[in-house]
């Protein structure tokens, strides 16, 4: 019960002005891992965990606020700050070195135009929100289309990052695509996963139950 209680840990409402009480999607998924048996994001070996999440957290700043510098919407771009609970200044440095280069190549190949970065999104159908990483137009298959795009820099893909893109997908009308963006943090090497924003529609409402569940749990504390 306890292992259980430490997973559902940091739960998040936001309250919307038409009262309505939204869930995050982040929140959700935690409930809907644990009930597939999924463990939670893998980082690399337990003794590196809490290294590799830093990196995964300042991987994220990188490529973002690299993207926002690049389109004019912050007036400079540093790399984020090494945090000493990392203990290796050196490997931090290149690891956001290999974030920033490798998120650039995917900008560029794919004619990245950037509509929303960590932009707040809600689905007032389902109940849910969430902060899409990247929101944008994109060149895929000769044609663009509205994307959102979850970045990865976790060890492996799972079925519930596709299903977490899906619920994004929902939070946001007229989106085409959705776009996993998976990148080997030592390397820089990356690849991305479309995911059909069609298709897993009973998952995303499974998703949504979830936060309906949450809501409920709180409501009964007060």
């Given at each position: 019960m306890q292992a259980l209680k430490d997973r559902l840990e940091g739960v998040r409402y936001h309250r919307a002005h038409d009262g309505q009480t939204f869930v995050s999607v982040t929140s959700a998924m935690r409930l809907v891992k644990i009930l597939l048996n999924?463990?939670?994001?893998?980082?690399?070996?337990?003794a590196l965990a809490k290294v590799h999440a830093l990196e995964g957290?300042?991987?994220?700043?990188?490529?973002?606020?690299?993207?926002?510098?690049?389109?004019?919407?912050?007036?400079?771009?540093?790399?984020?700050?090494?945090?000493?609970?990392?203990?290796?200044?050196?490997?931090?440095?290149?690891v956001?070195?290999?974030?920033?280069?490798?998120?650039?190549?995917?900008?560029?190949q794919f004619e990245v135009e950037p509509i929303g970065i960590e932009q707040e999104v809600f689905a007032s159908t389902y109940g849910l929100y969430g902060h899409v990483d990247l929101y944008c137009s994109m060149k895929r298959k000769r044609s663009r289309v509205k994307a959102v795009v979850d970045l990865k820099f976790v060890a492996n893909l799972m079925e519930s990052h596709r299903l977490q893109t899906r619920c994004y997908?929902?939070?946001?009308?007229?989106?085409?695509?959705?776009?996993?963006?998976?990148?080997?943090?030592?390397?820089?090497?990356?690849?991305?996963?479309e995911v059909d924003l069609t298709e897993g529609l009973d998952d995303v409402a499974a998703v949504a139950n979830a936060a309906r569940l949450y809501r409920w749990a709180e409501e009964k504390k007060r």
């Open positions: 999924e463990p939670d994001d893998f980082y690399g070996p337990p957290t300042g991987a994220h700043s990188a490529s973002l606020d690299w993207l926002a510098h690049a389109f004019g919407w912050l007036p400079e771009y540093t790399p984020p700050k090494w945090p000493e609970a990392h203990g290796d200044e050196r490997r931090w440095t290149n956001m070195h290999q974030a920033q280069k490798g998120f650039a190549e995917f900008v560029e997908g929902k939070c946001i009308p007229g989106t085409n695509i959705g776009i996993l963006y998976h990148a080997n943090r030592n390397t820089g090497i990356w690849k991305i996963e």
